[in-house]
């Protein structure tokens, strides 16, 4: 069994708000949770590993794109026992600029991502991954 999917224990998860300008990055989700909406880089911490080597490791994974000047915005503890698939994850979100303001996103893992691309914070796109939107309702802002 690999570590967490099947048993119930909390898991702990880092997410990037990758921004550009007011623009952050999204992929829209290829997964049994969330699937087809809009989402953040990121994905689980691995054992040893700080936040931002986390950070810099998923988003590298996902999109090819170096970051830098990571830092710590928020954490949330979101429960979900009534999913098909009961989940607990501890989310830590991050920011981060690009290293290179140039460089553009590849989709490095297909069958978990339609594609990357820049969103403006004003004009989001629909429907937004659950917990994001339940963030960007509460008011809440990465910049
Ligand atoms: P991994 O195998 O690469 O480690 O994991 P992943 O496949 O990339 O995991 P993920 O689902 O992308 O991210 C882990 C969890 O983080 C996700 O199941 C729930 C939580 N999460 C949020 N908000 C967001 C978000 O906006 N984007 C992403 N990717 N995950 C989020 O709470
Ligand atoms: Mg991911
Ligand atoms: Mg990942």
Not at 85 to 92: A, E, M, N, R
């Amino acid at each position: 069994m690999e570590n967490g999917e099947s048993e119930l224990v909390p898991r702990v998860a880092v997410v990037v708000y990758l921004l550009k300008g007011r623009s952050v990055l999204l992929g829209r989700r290829r997964s049994s949770m969330g699937d087809s909406t809009f989402a953040l880089p990121g994905g689980h911490l691995e054992f040893g590993e700080s936040f931002e080597e986390c950070a810099v490791r998923e988003v590298k994974e996902e999109t090819g794109l170096d970051i830098e000047k990571l830092e710590l915005l928020t954490v949330t503890n979101n429960v979900h026992l009534e999913q098909p698939k009961p989940c607990h994850y501890v989310t830590i979100f991050m920011r981060a600029a690009l290293a290179d303001a140039e460089a553009k996103p590849q989709n490095l893992e297909p069958n978990k991502c339609d594609g990357w691309d820049w969103y403006e914070w004003e004009n989001l796109p629909k429907p937004l991954f659950g917990p994001l939107e339940k963030m960007v309702k509460s008011g809440f802002e990465p910049f």
